[in-house]
């Protein structure tokens, strides 16, 4: 079986300013991850993906996330965030051969002027 | 680029009716699904189909059903609708990894 762990509900930050949003998992076999993003009013966009091969995976709107082993986390920064970044983030964990994902219960991360 | 759609955005349904939600993808994946979004509890998986007339149960499939006739057609109905089946009902498909979403349709039951 496999979870996945949000650590913060809601982020608020100012524009501009860094910002991490944190998840752990927890699998008995070996994953993948993703990071999905939820605009308001909208379904939800794949954000990126670590299937295997470089820790670090970056989107192209200056997203990243790392992939840690050992400490079981995939945490999503970003250098400076903007308001248009304001949004519902949600980390998932997929593994086994149906591709099933699990997903977190999401953070919110609010970006103010 | 993927697109699935949804036959509605906003729905609105009596206590009892049968409910009938539709998903189409245009990529030929063999992976399709349905999760509900409630706010604090995140997406929890109902049903999903990894190939024509084949179906299994996700995490909450109890007051669903489903139905997959077309590679690129997944139903989801709710046979006799309940107020606690007020939710956002997303719909996915996929081939190998990753997950390509719909716009999601509010399901109010009154």
């Known amino acids: 079986a496999q979870s996945v762990t949000q650590l913060d509900s809601q982020v608020p930050v100012f524009e501009e300013a860094p910002v991490e949003l944190r998840c752990n998992y927890s699998?008995?076999?070996?994953?993948?991850l993703f990071w999905y993003v939820q605009y308001p009013n909208q379904g939800l966009q794949l954000l990126l993906k670590?299937?295997?091969?470089?820790?670090l995976v970056e989107s192209i709107n200056g997203f990243e996330a790392e992939f840690n082993k050992s400490q079981t986390s995939f945490h999503l920064r970003k250098p400076s965030v903007h308001i248009s970044d304001t949004a519902e983030y949600f980390c998932a964990v997929s593994g086994g051969s149906n591709y099933k994902l699990t997903f977190g219960k999401g953070t919110l991360l609010t970006v103010n002027p | 680029d993927v697109k699935v759609t949804q036959s509605s955005r906003y729905l609105v349904k009596r206590t009892g009716e049968k409910v009938f939600l539709e998903c189409v993808q245009d990529?030929?994946?063999?992976?399709m699904f349905w999760y509900r979004q409630d706010p604090g509890l995140g997406l929890r998986l109902i049903y999903f189909s990894y190939d024509v007339k084949m179906k299994e149960k996700g995490d909450i499939p109890e007051g669903y059903s489903v139905s997959r006739e077309k590679k690129e057609r997944f139903s989801l109905i709710l046979e006799s609708a309940s107020t606690n089946q007020t939710s956002m009902y997303l719909c996915?498909?996929?081939?190998?990894?990753?997950?390509?979403f719909g716009p999601g349709t509010r399901l109010t039951v009154t």
């Open positions: 990529m030929d994946h063999e992976n």
């Open positions: 699998s008995s076999v070996s994953v993948y």
């Open positions: 996915a498909s996929s081939v190998g990894a990753g997950q390509y």
């Open positions: 670590y299937l295997s091969g470089s820790t």
